[in-house]
């Protein structure tokens, strides 16, 4: 045996090879057969290339990438890897650019829009990954902020503090052995992103004399990054909600030796700068102008200031363009971790994006900490943007990454205030951490079996600020005060068959649409003539759709009758014929090739439910946004974990296995966790001769 793979039976691939290198091989060629798509597109949205096949549609991205310099910043983090990480990464690389061709033809996406392949370079996964993670952090929320600070005041930020529109979450909990049937741990929880088609994550099994590892791996990088389980070892993550992206308003000048930028200390400091061209489908082509300060690169504006005239230029700084680590070194020790401790030194590695672990092994070692770079620097650039050319917003080292404590047993990571609380500005709302926590409290003894109940709970938190609006409320007219009965009953849970659940979200969206639309917030309904790619983070509805809660219940809210927008809101709203949640809140998934019709289901959830199927409240019901996997990690036994993607393990529509799981991650059942090599399919058409061979050469 030379490399493998293998299927169960939801055609989920099971790798097993002879090395190291060999096994990263197979991993690159099974996911270029399931994934040809999807890694192509990643590929080309990192290098600024995407609008080339996919038109106008996609040029605000690439117009981010070839500004903030994505594809530069992946080679120089590439080049600076450890020898063995780089000869595992190129491995991978390798493997990609074997099954690319074979995944292309069979994917109709390339024939549909003329796209042949491109041949992956070996810094291509570090692109991939820092494509996907650029925006993770939400630094767009400092441009928002900026807007809050200039049109109400400082005191309003506080107003809007909520999981904005472009961030992402998860939850996850860890149940340690003395509060378990086994005796042994179980680490649970979902990732919450925007649901994309194909999924974000991969489930794989990944198998040599080293290491025996199932887990999630995301498309275009080897080995298993954020959730996986080695047999002794299991860990997740959850996204840590710290800020580590700094904006500088930039003043730049031109002279005859090139662009200068105004520095701290006053002198005016060379800028690189140079031109590129965005081929543009259809359309043609952009040219663009990447210059870079002493920052780094400016994203927004430039010499000639903003589209609207604003003599405005912004940079962004970024740990890997400064430090040239994207935390790869960590994947390798990850795979081959055996204890919570390895584990623990893997994450020390660990730098973009910065997560909160949960990790649990076989001997009853628990961890919970914060891993990824965070610098230290002002309190000022960690909220808003700052001038480039004033002293005291320069990084001055790194944060040392905080631990957190199990409390009864149990630890719970949802994006609240936690561990992380000293290296964030703005974190989730506690209401899917404090649900989950009081769940767990209700059994004295859990099995990993009892855990798929806590992944679809529907509860809202939330709903209580606009509830105890709509308990004051009286004169309503007679449909109305049926109305306010029913919600004063409702039992508060986002189910997709609760008529009194779509009810309550049709008020909440007509009260947030009156909010957005008084003279009050009038100043931030135009948003600045910044570049489309951070119009999601600046758009008023949805910022008031988020942040509801606590524009309901602040002392007052510039004189803005809210219990007359919620009487307005439930009169709107009792005329209709009642329909259910699940009419309306239907799962709509990102494609980067729109076209394909599918009849998406119904969901259960909503963005403050443990259950968290995100629609943007006064703009749509529809849910972008969601448990992009589910997963439960048993250390007694691994073949007792269970997982879940929203659709399937293959890239390719018309598959067997490209929708087969779709209807029970929509119920909230979860899938087998196979292992067992015996009990599998192994692939007929495996690996050629001379794919093997070539293995050979290269494992080590």
């Not at 030796?257 to 105004?262: F, N, R």
């Not at 489908?281 to 952009?286: L, S």
């Not at 909160?356 to 960690?382: I, K, N, Q, Y």
């Not at 798929?452 to 105890?468: K, M, N, Q, V, Y």
């Amino acid at each position: 045996m030379s490399a493998e793979i293998y299927r169960d039976a939801w055609g989920i691939p099971h790798l097993r090879a002879d090395g190291v290198a060999g096994l990263a091989r197979v991993q690159g060629r099974v996911t270029a057969l399931d994934r040809a798509w999807q890694l192509e597109v990643e590929r080309h949205r990192a290098q600024g290339t995407s609008a080339s096949f996919l038109g106008a549609a996609a040029l605000p991205w690439d117009l981010l990438a070839r500004r903030a310099r994505l594809d530069d910043t992946a080679r120089r983090c590439f080049d600076a890897l450890d020898p063995d990480t780089a000869d595992w990464v190129r491995a991978y690389v390798d493997g990609v650019n074997e099954g690319l061709a074979e995944g292309a033809r069979r994917t109709p996406e390339f024939a549909r829009v003329g796209l042949t392949p491109g041949r992956w370079e070996p810094w291509a996964p570090l692109g991939v990954w820092l494509g996907i993670h650029i925006l993770f952090a939400g630094f767009p929320a400092k441009l928002w902020r900026e807007q809050v600070v200039r049109h109400l005041g400082e005191d309003a930020v506080g107003l809007f503090a909520a999981d904005g529109p472009g961030t992402s979450g998860s939850n996850g909990w860890l149940v340690g052995g003395e509060r378990t049937t086994t005796g042994a741990a179980v680490i649970a929880g979902d990732p919450h992103r925007f649901i994309e088609d194909p999924g974000i994550y991969q489930q794989i099994h990944l198998s040599c004399p080293e290491f025996d590892v199932v887990g999630l791996a995301v498309p275009g990088v080897p080995g298993i990054a954020h959730f996986g389980h080695t047999g002794t070892v299991a860990w997740a993550i959850t996204n840590a909600m710290a800020d580590y992206q700094d904006l500088y308003r930039e003043r730049l000048r031109r002279t005859g030796a090139g662009v200068e930028a105004l520095g701290p200390d006053g002198d005016w400091v060379r800028a690189p700068r140079h031109s590129e061209v965005i081929e543009v489908a259809g359309e043609e082509p952009v040219p663009v102008e990447v210059i870079e300060t002493e920052r780094g690169p400016v994203i927004i504006g430039g010499l000639e200031g903003l589209d609207d005239g604003t003599p405005e230029a912004v940079s962004l700084r970024y740990p890997p363009r400064v430090t040239g680590d994207l935390g790869f070194a960590a994947l390798l020790p990850l795979l081959r971790a055996r204890r919570v401790a390895d584990v623990d030194r893997a994450f020390d590695r660990w730098a973009e994006p910065v997560n909160v672990v949960l990790a649990a092994d076989t001997e009853g070692g628990l961890l919970h900490r914060v891993a990824g770079r965070v610098p230290l620097r002002s309190a000022a650039a960690r909220s808003r943007l700052v001038p480039a050319w004033e002293p005291g917003h320069e990084w001055r080292g790194w944060h040392e990454t905080p631990y957190g404590e199990l409390t009864d047993g149990t630890a719970v990571m949802a994006n609240q205030r936690g561990p992380s609380t000293p290296l964030g500005v703005e974190f989730a709302a506690p209401h899917r951490a404090d649900r989950i926590t009081a769940l767990l409290k209700e059994k004295e003894k859990w099995t990993a079996g009892d855990m798929a109940a806590i992944h679809i709970d529907t509860r809202l938190g939330s709903a209580a600020a606009l509830l105890d609006h709509l308990a004051t409320l009286d004169g309503l007219t007679a449909e109305a005060t049926a109305l306010q009965g029913r919600l004063l009953a409702w039992d508060r849970c986002m189910d997709a068959d609760s008529t009194e659940a779509a009810a309550y979200a049709a008020v909440r969206a007509a009260v947030v649409r009156r909010l957005a639309e008084h003279p009050a917030f009038a100043a931030l309904a135009v948003p600045p003539a910044y570049p489309e790619a951070f119009l999601p983070w600046l758009a008023l509805g949805p910022r008031i759709g988020f942040a509801l809660e606590h524009l309901l219940r602040a002392d007052e809210l510039y004189g803005i009758d809210r219990p007359a927008a919620v009487r307005a809101a439930v009169e709107e709203v009792a005329g209709r014929p009642p329909g259910t949640w699940g009419e309306s809140h239907r799962l709509t998934p990102w494609r980067a090739l729109p076209g394909t019709s599918y009849d998406e289901p119904g969901l259960s959830g909503d963005h403050d439910c443990v259950l968290c199927t995100s629609s943007v409240p006064g703009t749509t019901d529809l849910a972008a946004r969601g448990p992009a996997a589910r997963y439960v990690w048993d250390l007694a036994r691994r073949e007792d974990s269970r997982w879940v993607v929203p659709f399937g393990a293959s890239g390719i529509a018309g598959s067997a296995h490209h929708r087969d799981q779709l209807p029970l991650w929509t119920r909230g059942d979860l899938v087998p966790v196979s292992t067992d090599f015996d009990a599998l399919t192994k692939e007929s058409h495996a690996l050629t001769k001379e794919f093997d061979a070539l293995t050979k050469e290269t494992d080590v």
